[in-house]
């Protein structure tokens, strides 16, 4: 299987490659050539660091800030305009940083302040801007507030910081509410005085309780802390989950908390999702963010259906929220259809544009997903250590360099988690006794959780950790992990690496023109023109359809090979493959090289 940038296409060369295309490292036009001006971010690719993961420089197993310093010419270089990193704070990490303990400060596994300021320096010497992930829902229990509060009696200013509730019962010993952690088991654990306090997730994340102006205003101050030093947005964990209704008794849910991770809840009314509320504290924090220059930017992930995702975005809250609906979608032309047009519709509602994303830190990763039968139960397979159903990696691989096309063409922010430009596959047989994932124990060994997606990133053929870093690796590589490592790709025109290397180069000179269209497509076939210029062909069917091109098309990038009908003269798009195509006017000098 190869892909092809055709001659005569759109661009001056492969877009990568180090100096002279304005996005490769310090050559070109810099950071001039990334910024769209105030909306940069409306059809940027931001690139997901998960910091335990990208790189380790001290080599102690765990990524840390100089590692990612150190590779982020590899970013640079794909052609991304900016880096969200996963939290790098002070942290136990009963839940890979995600449990903080200190919002100010850099958990000495991952590094210094110091080391951080150095990653801004490099990034913007790279043309990169950083996006830095905010954990507002909840924190450690090893944070100073929740010792306090442990140290301090019920009804205590201390423990008002948190949702603290007597259990119900004669003697309390029963949970205050029915509420479930998404991790498993009850959202709600008791203390030594008989109170019990409340966590969504892990019991060592105890939620915050945002009715306290104590939270509200430490957070304006996290939020100004990180501003200051020179960061260009936040992506906000939990953005639906932050407000709750308190009001005495506390209501049942009576099973409506059972969603999936990121999955909307159920009914309407939620007590603890997606409640109106929270939208007054975006729209403090929008203000804070516009009062700096350029103003810096705010990316929600939020659980919620369709129809509410848009208020996230309206002009005076936040500039984006993740798309998990695209993620979801199964491999069919007309529930691609029906996502793409729900996305762009809700988002306009609110003036903004739609994020389009694959993969992240807490879902299997997308090739593994593409090369399972459709409606396979993800955590029952994951307990067969990925046997039954043995998945069809090879028809994952053709379904996932398609879907980079067809996600990459569409109008809005691309979202990329580390390795999916590798192609890499879920890592679907760790040891038992290597899980770090706190469902694994919560759910009581039932759910494995998400380490498989989480596993140090390939980037040398060889090594002790393949070029992860000096020593080895906080969760256990692979045999053979070097297969899909960077320096196995480069250069390799049929690989992943050089394919979104190209797309994201030819992607860069279609920005500008948000519109969107459907075109006439064949049955399991879906066309669209993005602007005036870039269309885009994806097959989703079982046979190839013919590629129908418009007058003065010329075909720029595919994901796998093309093939032809000799006895009708007429090109076919083979099943499992996308294609893009230049409707522009032809313009003389404007070739790029053929990969």
């Not at 050539?33 to 971010?41: I, K």
């Not at 308190?246 to 909307?264: K, M, V, Y």
């Not at 770090?436 to 959780?449: F, N």
């Not at 040398?460 to 969760?475: D, E, N, R, V």
């Amino acid at each position: 299987m190869t892909q092809h940038a055709f001659p005569d296409g759109n661009g001056d060369g492969n877009g990568y490659g180090g100096s002279g295309d304005g996005h490769g490292g310090s050559g070109g036009d810099g950071d001039g050539a990334r910024d769209h001006g105030r909306d940069w971010w409306r059809e940027s690719v931001v690139y997901q660091i998960y910091v335990p993961s990208f790189a380790d420089a001290d080599g102690d197993g765990m990524g840390d800030l100089r590692g990612i310093t150190d590779r982020l010419g590899h970013v640079a270089e794909l052609g991304a305009d900016a880096v969200w990193l996963t939290p790098f704070y002070r942290s136990p990490l009963a839940d890979g940083g995600y449990d903080v303990a200190d919002y100010r400060d850099v958990d000495p596994r991952h590094g210094t302040l110091d080391d951080f300021r150095a990653l801004l320096g490099r990034a913007r010497a790279l043309g990169l801007r950083t996006i830095v992930d905010i954990v507002p829902n909840h924190c450690s229990d090893q944070h100073p507030w929740f010792a306090e509060a442990l140290a301090s009696e019920p009804g205590s200013a201390a423990r008002d910081r948190f949702v603290f509730r007597e259990g119900r019962g004669p003697d309390g010993a029963e949970p205050p509410a029915d509420w479930q952690s998404k991790f498993g088991g009850p959202a709600w654990t008791r203390v030594p005085d008989g109170q019990w306090y409340m966590h969504i997730f892990a019991a060592e994340q105890p939620d915050l309780n945002w009715e306290n102006p104590d939270v509200t205003a430490e957070f304006e101050s996290i939020l100004r802390f990180w501003l200051d030093l020179g960061v260009d947005g936040f992506r906000i964990d939990v953005a639906h989950g932050l407000r709750k209704d308190l009001t005495a008794p506390l209501r049942d849910t009576r099973g409506g908390d059972t969603a999936p991770l990121n999955s909307p809840p159920s009914g309407e009314n939620h007590p603890f999702w997606d409640r109106d509320e929270v939208h007054d504290i975006y729209r403090v924090w929008r203000k804070i963010t516009d009062s700096y220059a350029p103003p810096r930017i705010m990316v929600a992930e939020a659980g919620v259906s369709a129809a509410r995702l848009p208020l996230y975005t309206r002009p005076d809250e936040l500039h984006q929220a993740f798309n998990f609906f695209h993620l979801r979608c199964p491999w069919d032309a007309g529930s691609f259809r029906d996502v793409i047009d729900t996305s762009l519709t809700g988002a306009a509602s609110a003036g903004a544009l739609p994020t389009w994303v694959l993969s992240n830190h807490d879902v299997v990763r997308h090739r593994s997903r593409y090369g399972l039968p459709e409606g396979t139960d993800l955590r029952a397979w994951l307990r067969t250590d990925g046997r039954d159903p043995e998945p069809d990696d090879a028809l994952g691989g053709r379904r996932a360099r398609a879907a980079a096309l067809l996600t990459l063409a569409l109008p809005g922010t691309t979202y990329l988690y580390q390795g999916e430009e590798l192609g890499l596959p879920e890592v679907v047989d760790l040891p038992a006794d290597a899980l770090r994932d706190p469902m694994w124990e919560r759910t009581g060994h039932r759910v494995k959780g998400r380490d498989g997606c989480r596993v140090p990133l390939p980037w040398t053929t060889a090594g002790s950790s393949y070029g992860f870093g000096p020593g080895g690796s906080w969760l256990p590589q692979p045999d053979g992990w070097g297969v899909w490592s960077v320096e196995s790709q480069s250069g390799r025109p049929a690989s992943f690496l050089e394919l979104y290397r190209t797309a994201l180069s030819l992607r860069r000179g279609f920005r500008g023109d948000e519109s969107f269209a459907w075109l006439p497509s064949a049955p399991g076939e879906l066309a669209f023109r993005k602007g005036e210029g870039l269309v885009c062909r994806v097959n989703l069917s079982n046979a190839p359809v013919p590629l129908t091109l418009p007058a003065g098309a010329r075909p720029l990038l595919a994901s796998g090979e093309l093939t032809a009908d000799a006895g009708q003269d007429i090109t076919l798009l083979p099943p499992d493959t996308a294609v893009w195509l230049d409707t522009r006017e032809l313009q003389g000098g404007r070739g790029s090289k053929e990969v």
